[in-house]
């Protein structure tokens, strides 16, 4: 099992910049692709960016392309999420998610963080 510990939001203004940090506890961080997904107020979860194991290759939503960067460092045991040109439809709570099957864009995980919330105003 891992336990994971969002952090790093907040409050931002729009075309500003965050980074959210997941660190994780328990089994082998490197065993595991890692995630974010983001749930705003009344819709569902939705995919974010991924990474796979080794941080050889990363996945990344079309919505925020461009912008945000996911990365992990396996010997912190921490994934990270480099957000950039925030917009207010950003506004969400941030949730990382592991899973040591690969990479999934499918909010179907095992383990969750307990969120984050990220907010941007106009």
């Known amino acids: 099992q891992v336990q994971l510990v969002e952090s790093g939001g907040g409050l931002v203004q729009a075309g500003g910049s965050l980074r959210l940090s997941c660190a994780a506890s328990g089994d082998t961080f490197s065993s595991y692709a890692m995630h974010w997904f983001r749930q705003a107020p009344g819709k569902e979860r939705e995919f974010v960016s991924a990474?796979?194991?080794?941080?050889?290759?990363?996945y990344t939503a079309t919505s925020v392309k461009g912008r945000f960067a996911i990365s992990r460092d396996n010997a912190k045991n921490t994934v990270y999420l480099q957000m950039n040109s925030l917009k207010p439809e950003d506004t969400a709570v941030y949730y990382c998610?592991?899973?040591?099957?690969?990479?999934?864009?499918?909010?179907?995980?095992?383990?969750w963080g307990q969120g984050t919330q990220v907010t941007v105003s106009s």
């Open positions: 990474v796979t194991r080794s941080g050889g290759n990363t």
């Open positions: 998610a592991a899973d040591n099957r690969g990479v999934r864009t499918t909010p179907t995980f095992d383990y």
